[in-house]
């Protein structure tokens, strides 16, 4: 099964990465050789899902999910063919099918860490990023809440308050870029990595002038809270993650590899794609 996950990879990779004919370029809708195997691969996973349904705890969703967004990549080839006399919606489809494989494949290459649990340097650690993955998850959903929070305070800080000043030579009044919640967002999420400054905030021209200055206060209470507070709570949770599994890395490895061995048994020895040839052999017989 291993060794049939890194074939799935790199056909994966020949399709996508590093494709023989590039189908945004020339706008090839027949599919080549590479996607016909990634094709074939993908729907013995979905064969031996269906057939053997394994254990769906911890990273062994990663498996539901990349078949999914597989799915969704094959619904856009499909689309891509019917639109392809309405150019160019057939191009935007095959680029949507790219990025839905992109997200597969990275998927794929999660799920090796599933395999890792074998291992017994490296099954602790696969358990240990498992479950950091998991407080991450924690974490975004709390530092969500207050982004969405200071987002939207500060959009409605930067709404102008005066009315447009008119051009006195053409009368029309002069555009001025009000910022948006999209754009703020963005410019709060990039603030946590240090690549926003104050300055960086959109201008407040017709505005009171103390809305420059409310505006800085609430962008510097933001990155008081984010940095002091929510990425200090998030290393103490990662923190407090590794300590309570590395105290009993040996425990946790025997247990995570005692399910995958279990998940392993309960499915056909055949790896995929061989599966499709045996399973349709014995409905045959």
Sequence with gaps: HLVSHVFLLALFILTIVYPPVNPLSQGRLVPGWSECLLLIWLCGMLVSELTFPGERAGLAWI?????????AALLC????????????????????????LAVAMTLGFIQLLEFLTFHHLFGPWAI????????????????MLFHTAFTLSLTALCQP????????????ATQV???GPLNMSVLLFFALFGLTEPDKIPDVER?????????KMVFGVYLVVTFIVLINLLIAMMSDTYQRIQAQSDTEWKFGRAVLIRD??????????????????????
């Design 264 to 285: 392993m048994s309960r499915k056909s020895g055949i790896p995929s794609p061989f599966n499709l040839f045996t399973n349709l052999f014995y409905s045959i017989k």
């Design 63 to 71: 498996r539901l999910l990349l078949l999914g967004f597989s799915a």
């Design 128 to 143: 240990i990023i498992r479950d950091l993955i998991k407080d991450l998850c924690r974490f975004a959903v709390i530092l």
């Design 77 to 100: 080839h499909l689309l891509a063919v019917i639109t392809q006399w309405w150019p160019p919606a057939h191009l935007h489809c095959l680029f949507a099918r790219n990025v839905l």
């Design 177 to 179: 870029a009000i910022p």
């Design 207 to 215: 505005s009171p002038p103390a809305t420059a200055v409310l505006a």
């Design 161 to 172: 308050l005066y009315p447009q000043e008119r051009n006195n030579s053409t009368g029309n």
